[in-house]
């Protein structure tokens, strides 16, 4: 009989209910919605990040050296002389060296002038590429392209397609396209990474559509891996001290980048914990009203011999099921949030951010939902069973 009525008093108040799950969703969205994307960002550019030990560029901002060799976001510091690239390759202390030019695009595409062995970038030993050829082949000659995913699926660019790009890390009102063709051997897999929005050419073309020959040769950006980790760190202070380039760490860069991201999030928390309890005040509202609503029903229940116990759980039932409800549905979307924005950080950067379970902490916040709100309807509830069926008949 319980049952009954309590599934009776929700369709009753079938708006006012629904009203206040939703009032409960949002303030469980607020909550968990921030700190499901910052858990998300972390997780998609360290992805992004780890696939080689140092980051070798000019001398100046090692965030926007970051941002422009990994994330192509940023214009590139400036370039460092190929000896120096020639140097470190003959050093027996490196493993693996690959080089990056920047300087020209294709309708916003970057240009990255690089060699086969960014082919070979993995998240480590034994793991698949992280830029795989999905079909066609690496580039062998200078004027041979490689187009990312993205590319491909935005320009309509397939194997054997000529195009010319353009001098400028981003498309201007007056572009100045160079006269040399290349032509598309290449189209990597998908990766989730921001290489997707990239083509990739021999670093020599760089130098032969920007005159550069000999000594004068340049490059932007070295991706480093030593044979053993220790020597990073010999390479990084030798850098240093040279003046010619520095070395940056890409992790502590990227994590740098996320505290500053994270650093709001204390104010942001305290935000959501009003939003949770102004939530829960709406709760104790709505069960107030429903227990004066049931006011007749609950008399003839007491009328008949139901004890008051009774009515005290039906009231509180009803307050935790719109509890329970309104956190289902907050989690819900605050996952909805999250995705939106991985879609949104995705199309500016094909950074994917992965999905991520909710953190211990933030699932028992959410949950802690229902017994709260379970307290906020005890006045209510209390009031409703202590009450006589006499004066819930007489009104």
Known sequence: MTLWLLIRNLRTR???????????????????????????????????????????????????????????????????PYSLYESLERDPRTAKLIPLGFGDNYNGSPMVGTSAKFFELSEGIGKRPLYGIASGRAFKSPFEAVIGAAVARRSGLKIGDKFKSAHGVTPTLEEEQHKQQYTVVGILEPSGAPGDRA????????????????????????????????????????????????GVFPGQVIGRLLDLL????????IVGALALVLALSTVAVNTLAAARTAQRNLAVLRAIGARATQTFWLVLLEALLIALGGVLLGVGLAYLIAMIAAQIVAAQTSVTLPVMALEVGDALRALLVVPVAGLFALLPALAAARRSPLERLTR
């Not at 909550?31 to 998300?40: D, E, K, N, T």
């Not at 926007?64 to 510091?77: M, S």
Request: proline share 4%.
């Open 14 to 80: 079938a708006l006012e209910n629904a009203l206040t799950i939703l009032a409960v969703a949002l303030g469980v969205a607020v909550a968990l919605a921030v700190p499901l994307i910052l858990a998300s960002l972390r997780e998609g550019v360290i992805r992004a990040s780890n696939s080689f030990d140092l980051l070798i560029t000019a001398r100046g901002s090692p965030t926007q050296a970051v941002l422009n060799t990994i994330f192509y976001q940023e214009a590139p510091i400036g370039n460092v």
């Open 199 to 246: 083509i990739y050419i021999p670093i020599e073309a760089i130098w032969d559509v920007h005159g550069q020959s000999g000594s004068s040769r340049e490059i932007t950006a070295m991706l480093y891996t030593p044979t053993r980790l220790g020597y990073v760190y010999q390479i990084a202070s030798e850098l240093e001290k040279s003046r010619v380039a520095q």
């Open 262 to 269: 994270g650093q709001g999030r204390a104010g942001y928390e």
